[in-house]
């Protein structure tokens, strides 16, 4: 009896094609492992801090099941029953089951980043304040029972769900997916026939309605009407914002000072909380770092306030986006399967769907490693626009796993490093920027280089005559030509130049390494 139903299941695939859907998980099983182990260290070695942050909570729960369900997927076709002849395949019908069981754990991931979605629109749209230790007890009660039903529904109702499945019988291995095992019918499509009897899984279908389909495509609504209304909200708050104190996004999105990913926990994002209060002067600077705006005895950052609501909401959509990446396919093929029969002439479809799947599903967890540390890397970019992508995100991932904020090495070589080729001007962009103060340092190797102001440029700036021997200018908003008379004169002075923008003002500051690093003087000028 077990030959016939071999011989019934591989129909539909050739022999390459069902090896291949059993060996790809064997890569995209350890890289979404890999990424949301480390997930769950970067969560946990703060743990104290972050513990306090429902944000993090939610995301340490969906890298757990992620990481289990990453497993799972490793032990692709070594969990199939070895009477089915597959490729690797070294297990009996109790690994399939334990197999099933898991992959049914993943169904935990897409209910998890709903109710992650959730509680970016319920922060954003309707103000409600992040609960922390200090958090008042009527604001924790009404998150407290957001997370216990996140942990019920997402949680503990796919476990309740597989063991429903193992009661009766509904894991086995599946002809769409030769490596793994989870609802289906034996033989595949025994239900489709009368003259054929179904050994297992003869009401699987009822079982995968409310343990699957059901919550995907809650998953899916919700999902999608929560990143509507939070892109709704950003969008009015910034029209809002443009139309009365002319402030954009654009004009505030390079000198966000580095943030760690708990934006939302930090700050809430309504228009009434998401804001940044007091104003900001850079230290040993007389110049503010923004255009504020007084309102009954706070200054209220509005450019930060903007670009915090922006990145927030960005988020949101990504964290939603690796949801879409990752279940659209697999609920496409559910529903399509539903009136397709599984056999040659559609063994094209179930082909090409079955290599998405094993691609997209088990990689969700490297996803969300991405967009976790997707603020540390946008600020480390925005402060070295002309280093290479992978550098950065290099520094980015080894700062977050040491735990200090990232910076990259300046790339300005030694006096006797006669092999550096880069331009002039390519090297002041190209070197380390660093906080300091809360202004954006340039390290720029100068050999017997000056800084000569614009004519505009304040009195105390025009009073140093000791900075006035060449011209020296920043990309865009100043024009840089200032070119070192001799590269390999071993006099050269370390000049660091801080530029700071606020619309179409100007902070520069001038640190020589023998008379301006005490004094630290500061030079305000228009720059248009």
């Known amino acids: 009896m077990n030959t016939t139903v071999v011989q019934d299941d591989d129909t539909l695939f050739a022999p390459w094609q069902q090896t291949t859907l059993i060996i790809i998980p064997y890569v995209t099983g350890p890289i979404s492992m890999a990424s949301s182990s480390l997930m769950v260290y970067l969560i946990a070695r ?264 922006e990145q927030t909401a960005q988020q949101a959509r990504l964290y939603a986006a690796s949801f879409f990446i990752t279940y659209m396919v697999p609920i496409t093929q559910g529903f399509t399967g539903a009136f397709l029969t599984a056999d040659r002439d559609n063994r094209a479809f179930f082909f090409v769907t079955g290599i998405l799947i094993t691609v997209l599903t088990p990689l969700q967890g490297l996803w969300n490693l991405m967009i976790y540390i997707r603020p540390q890397y946008r600020q480390l970019r925005l402060r070295n626009p002309a280093s290479h992508w992978w550098v950065i995100f290099y520094r980015t991932l080894s700062s977050a796993i040491v735990g200090h904020p990232p910076e990259i090495r300046s790339r300005t070589r030694s006096i006797d490093n006669e092999t550096h080729s880069e331009s002039w001007p390519h090297r002041l962009w190209h070197t380390v920027q660093r906080k300091c103060g809360g202004r954006s340092i340039v390290q720029v190797p100068a050999p017997n280089t000056s800084l000569s102001l614009p004519a505009n440029a304040s009195e105390e700036g025009k009073q140093d005559k000791s900075y006035l021997a060449k011209s020296f200018s920043v990309p865009s908003e100043f024009e840089m030509v200032s070119t070192p008379n001799n590269e390999s004169d071993s006099h050269a002075v370390s000049t660091a130049i801080s530029i700071e923008f606020n619309n179409n003002t100007a902070a520069s500051s001038v640190d020589n390494d023998e008379s301006y690093r005490e004094s630290n003087k500061c030079f305000c000028f228009d720059a248009s």
């Open 46 to 309: 703060h743990w104290k801090r972050k513990k306090h942050f429902l944000y993090h909570r939610l995301l340490l729960a969906m890298s757990v099941c992620d990481a289990v369900g990453s497993i799972n997927a490793s032990l692709s076709g070594l969990v199939i029953p070895r009477e089915f002849h597959r490729f690797a395949s070294r297990g009996n019908m109790a690994t399939c089951e334990a197999s099933g069981f898991l992959l049914q754990l993943s169904a935990s991931m897409p209910l998890l980043n709903m109710f992650l979605c959730i509680y970016y629109m319920r922060v954003v749209c309707f103000g409600w304040v992040p609960p922390t230790s200090s958090s008042s007890s009527s604001s924790k009660g009404k998150w407290g029972w957001f997370e216990i039903s996140a942990y019920l529904i997402a949680i503990v109702y796919p476990l309740a769900m597989g063991g429903v499945g193992i009661l009766y019988d509904s894991f086995s291995p599946m002809a769409t997916l030769p490596g793994w095992c989870y609802f289906s019918e034996m033989p595949y499509d025994c239900n489709k026939f009368d003259d054929v009897e179904c050994i297992r899984g003869e009401n699987y279908s009822f079982i995968q309605l409310f343990a699957s389909t059901i919550p995907l495509l809650c998953s899916v609504i919700l999902g999608v009407v929560s990143v509507s209304m939070i892109t709704r909200k950003v969008r009015r708050q910034q029209a809002l914002m443009t139309t009365r104190y002319g402030i954009s996004t654009s004009t505030v999105g390079q000198s966000q000072d580095f943030q760690d990913n708990s934006t939302i926990d930090n700050a809430s994002t309504s228009h009434s909380t998401i804001r940044w209060l007091g104003g900001h002067e850079s230290k040993n600077c007389c110049c503010p770092r923004w255009r504020s705006v007084h309102t009954s005895s706070e200054t209220v950052n509005l450019g930060n306030m903007d670009n915090r609501m």
